[in-house]
């Protein structure tokens, strides 16, 4: 049974939540509060963290900060409806999904268990798979890691799908439309997001991420990936 922290002040919006994640068979947890969250965190590390932004005596960022300090963790973060800013501010830190507010308990459940099905894709450890390789990047699928000049990438899990897409796509212009509906599933949402997450994996991957050479932006397009074959290395194969 998957363990989910939630983390609102509001008790309505946790007790609701709490109620359809258990129901869908998870094990929850709920705290009111920033420091509360990361104490139970700690004391339990939960697979996955449904994190509101705004709280009382330290915020939602810096709780995923916190929280992530022990290891990669999840993290749905729920956010003002229409407040652009709030949502990028989530993605920023490293979010791997969001959902605003007011929403739709049925979505959110959706939601929790699309990323945890993602999270749960890796391979057991020391499991080896067919590795996707370009330039200084190489990535192992089954396992789920990613490596840079041999030192492991430290991705969240839509960073790391978005790396994968661009490695097996080389060469190929895509809109962030695509990309939000191949990389994230998703047939409609908020296209900073994808806007963020190019620019989060380009400060992991690029040697400049102001004058990327390996992640491209194809102006009134989307974005490339450019394998640096000038430099005589095996570029990532199609899938």
Do not use: N
């Amino acid at each position: 049974m998957k363990h989910v922290l939630v983390v609102d002040d509001d008790p309505t919006v946790s007790e609701v939540v709490a109620g359809y994640l258990g129901r869908a068979g998870f094990a929850v947890d709920v705290a009111d509060d920033g420091p509360t969250a990361v104490t139970r965190a700690a004391a339990r590390p939960p697979d996955l963290v449904v994190l509101d932004l705004m709280l009382p005596g330290m915020d939602g960022l810096e709780v995923c900060r916190h929280i992530r300090t022990a290891g990669p963790v999840p993290v749905i973060m729920l956010t003002a409806r229409g407040d652009e800013e709030d949502r990028i501010l989530g993605l920023e830190v490293g979010a791997d999904d969001y959902v605003t507010k007011p929403f739709s308990p049925r979505e959110l459940v959706l939601r929790v268990e699309s990323v945890l099905r993602r999270a749960g894709a890796a391979a057991p450890a020391g499991a080896a798979g067919a590795w996707l390789r370009s330039g200084p990047l190489a990535l192992d699928p089954a396992a789920r890691r990613a490596t840079r000049d041999g030192r492991e990438l430290a991705l969240t899990i839509r960073e790391f799908d978005l790396l994968e897409f661009f490695l097996r796509h080389p060469g190929q212009a895509t809109s962030r439309e695509q990309l939000m509906q191949r990389v994230w599933g998703w047939e409609f949402g908020d296209l900073s997001t994808v806007t963020v997450h190019v620019r989060r994996l380009r400060e992991k991957v690029e040697d400049d991420p102001a004058s990327p050479r390996l992640i491209s932006t194809v102006w009134g397009v989307g974005y490339r990936f450019d394998p640096p074959l000038a430099h005589g290395t095996e570029a990532g194969h199609a899938g």
